[in-house]
């Protein structure tokens, strides 16, 4: 299973862009780089995901880095309601041994007033 | 269109005893993954069902087992209670099985006590 490096937490002001890094060096090559977050009391929720270019959503954009062993989800603009465990997770298809979410311990995200 | 929802949400057991827990997936959704959610840590992946299948399993023993009914619904089967069992019970359900591109759809869990 692919590994994941994440901080443990981070903080940001409100109205503040949020850079969320995450390393996954084991990485195969037909994995995709899914990124959920948990908010208290909640199920995880998806936010984006990726192969090799960066992506764009409503919620985030992601940034892959060329050599795939690193990624970067990106909030614009946080909020209070951006406060949550973010994860970072490597998926593959079944040919890759990897379709499995592995979870790791993500990063905790606080956003100041 | 209506969400993934669980029951129950809370559950209390003692040890030794046997519980099953319910999923309905994401309308339209053949595919639902169960996680367990120990405080403090990342949910971990304990088997997903496809088309009534178990088609991918983590390190769990075999007494968590689990069904997929024709419409999708799914439930989890612990046998056997033990004090580690305490945890919140994750479901997910997506679309298309065991692809790396598809994204899942959490339930709000259910929170099991083992006594």
């Known amino acids: 299973d692919a590994k994941t490096t994440q901080p443990n937490s981070m903080e940001s002001n409100e109205e503040e862009p949020v850079h969320l890094p995450c390393n996954h060096s084991?990485?195969?090559?037909?994995?995709?780089i899914h990124w959920y977050r948990q908010l208290p009391s909640q199920g995880p929720e998806y936010v984006i995901h990726?192969?090799?270019s960066n992506v764009n959503n409503r919620m985030a954009s992601l940034a892959i880095a060329e050599d795939r062993k690193s990624s970067t989800l990106i909030l614009h603009r946080a909020t209070l309601r951006d406060a949550a465990v973010y994860y970072c997770?490597?998926?593959?298809?079944?040919?890759?041994?990897?379709?499995?979410?592995?979870f790791g311990t993500g990063t905790r995200l606080k956003v100041l007033a | 269109e209506t969400g993934v929802t669980q029951s129950p949400t809370h559950l209390i057991k003692t040890r030794g005893q046997q519980v099953t827990l319910r999923c309905s997936s994401q309308?339209?959704?053949?595919?639902v993954s169960w996680y367990q959610q120990a405080l403090g840590q990342g949910p971990q992946f304990i088997f997903q069902?496809?088309?009534?299948?178990?088609?991918g399993r983590g390190n769990f023993p075999p007494r968590f087992s689990g069904l997929q009914f024709p419409n999708y619904s799914s439930e989890l089967n612990v046998n056997a209670l033990e004090l580690d069992d305490s945890a919140l019970y994750l479901c997910?359900?997506?679309?298309?099985?065991?692809?790396?591109?598809?994204?899942?759809?959490f339930g709000p869990g259910t929170r099991l006590t083992v006594l």
């Open positions: 997910a359900s997506s679309l298309g099985g065991l692809a790396g591109n598809n994204e899942q759809f």
């Open positions: 084991t990485i195969s090559g037909t994995d995709y």
């Open positions: 990726g192969l090799t």
């Open positions: 997770i490597p998926r593959g298809g079944t040919t890759s041994g990897t379709y499995k979410y592995i």
């Open positions: 309308s339209g959704h053949n595919t």
């Open positions: 069902y496809y088309r009534e299948e178990e088609n």
